[in-house]
């Protein structure tokens, strides 16, 4: 297959399940996929999702929200860069370059959805309890039932909702094949026979119980196969996905943490120009005197060289991207992978390490643990596995309909009967989890 017909499959406007989507030029099928997101529950509780700082009491801080949009706009520009020189590189004929941006708007926007509260603290506490609530042992799970659990992902959790949990009827958004598979960067499930190096192979981007609705994406979207029906390459635009997350958190996180006093401004700046590099207009920043607006301009021209960088890297790998040979961060391989290394290695010594953040996360842990023990024991005992206490019952009510089985009694698979309250703890923000857990443990009584 030629490398136009590789593109024109990879561009799929395919919704699984409900054939090809309708569009026109002034809102492309593309672009409703964005909008569907914007309008999901899912994505308005993300403005009470740690970023980095949790349940900061700064109106400046980033949440995950903020984060997601403005990855969005990176990867809407970045995607359109690359989408120019695709379609006159091979004469692809019915796509503009504003599609390549769309798609990967659409899947930026969505990269975070799944994740649970006390952002990758938060998945950590998740994994934790499942290995150690001695629940898993109760049931004859499968290795890879089991590895959903003990391996437990925020990335899985993303494509569940977007495919199945948010308007659960549909079932899901009915995404296109073309921004769900951009949308995952790791193709691939929690458990395998062998280890997949790579990028793409380090964690994992459905659950079992998904694993159906990816293998009908990838078929769509004529994905790589890397284990026959079982694991996948990635979808090249999911490189300019991992592209805009990184640039937005990296930079972004530097240009919070320098304004709430953890980072000096000066050697924020110092950082953010040697990234700008000769970007960087003399007279421009000259003039400016204010350190947050002298980071602000330094933050803008950063962003522009790491993207200008990323989409050289992901041209001159074309063809090694569409086989499936290349698998590396494109600003890795880029004249900005160096200082990009000096913003990382800061942002581990100073930034993620911030007492108040390591503070909350820590506490995340006893949150989300006794969350995940109350519910799950609750749906246990109502499925018949001990003896129901009244607390168990009126845990049980206090259960949405939607994370209960069919009649409001546990689902009788214990592997659904588990995810679905993993879905629901994981499902809360930051301050809602904290909340439950003061009034299920008696610190608070409901007003």
């Known amino acids: 297959m030629g490398q136009r017909k590789i593109w024109e499959k990879l561009l799929s406007a395919d919704r699984p399940g409900a054939g090809k989507a309708p569009g026109s030029p002034e809102r492309t099928a593309f672009q409703q996929d964005y909008d569907r997101i914007v309008f999901t529950s899912a994505f308005r509780r993300l403005k009470d999702k740690t970023q980095v700082f949790p349940l900061s009491k700064s109106d400046y801080v980033r949440t995950r929200l903020t984060h997601s949009l403005e990855a969005s706009c990176v990867g809407r520009s970045l995607g359109a860069v690359v989408g120019r020189e695709i379609i006159a590189r091979h004469g692809l004929q019915h796509v503009e370059s504003g599609d390549f941006g769309a798609i990967v708007a659409a899947a930026c926007l969505a990269h975070d959805i799944g994740n649970p509260p006390f952002g990758h603290a938060g998945e950590d506490a998740i994994r934790e309890w499942f290995r150690t609530s001695g629940l898993l042992e109760r049931h004859p799970f499968t290795p890879a039932q089991r590895a959903d659990f003990e391996r437990y992902e925020g990335n899985a959790q993303g494509f ?19 921004v769900l598979a951009t949308f995952t960067k790791y193709p691939r499930p929690s458990a395998l026979d062998e280890e997949l190096d790579g990028k793409s192979g380090k964690k994992f981007g459905f659950f079992q119980q998904d694993a159906e609705a990816f293998r009908a994406v990838a078929k769509s979207t004529g994905l790589v196969e890397r284990l026959p029906g079982t694991a996948w390459r990635r979808h090249p635009l999911a490189f300019l996905v991992e592209v805009a997350d990184d640039t937005c958190y990296l930079i972004v996180d530097l240009e919070d943490a ?25 007279g421009r920043l000259d003039r400016l005197h204010d350190p947050k607006e002298r980071l602000e301009y330094l933050r803008a021209k950063a962003i522009g060289r790491l993207l200008e960088n990323a989409a050289g890297v992901f041209l001159e790998n074309e063809d090694a991207i569409l086989k499936g040979t290349f698998d ?18 800061l942002a581990k010594e100073t930034i993620y390490t911030a007492r108040p953040a390591l503070e909350i996360e820590t506490a995340g842990f006893e949150v989300l643990g006794a969350l995940l023990g109350l ?12 003896r ?11 259960l949405p309909a939607q994370f209960v089985g069919h009649g409001g009694e546990p689902d009788a698979d214990p592997y659904v009967r588990l995810l679905q309250i993993a879905d629901f703890v994981a499902g809360m923000t930051d301050s809602y989890a904290v909340d439950m857990y003061r009034k299920l443990k008696g610190f608070d009584l409901p007003a």
């Open 328 to 345: 590396e961060e494109l600003l890795a391989q880029s004249p900005v992978g160096i200082p990009l290394q000096a913003v990382l290695k």
């Open 375 to 386: 519910f799950a024991g609750a749906v246990e005992a109502g499925a018949g596995h001990g």
């Open 160 to 178: 569940r909702i977007v495919t199945r949990l948010q308007n659960p009827a549909n079932p899901g958004l009915q995404l296109t094949s073309a």
């Open 388 to 398: 129901m206490t009244t607390r168990e019952r009126m845990l049980l009510k206090l």
């Open 258 to 282: 320098a304004k709430l006093g953890f980072v000096p401004y000066r050697d924020a700046e110092c950082l953010l120009a040697d990234l700008a590099g000769n970007t960087v207009s003399g």
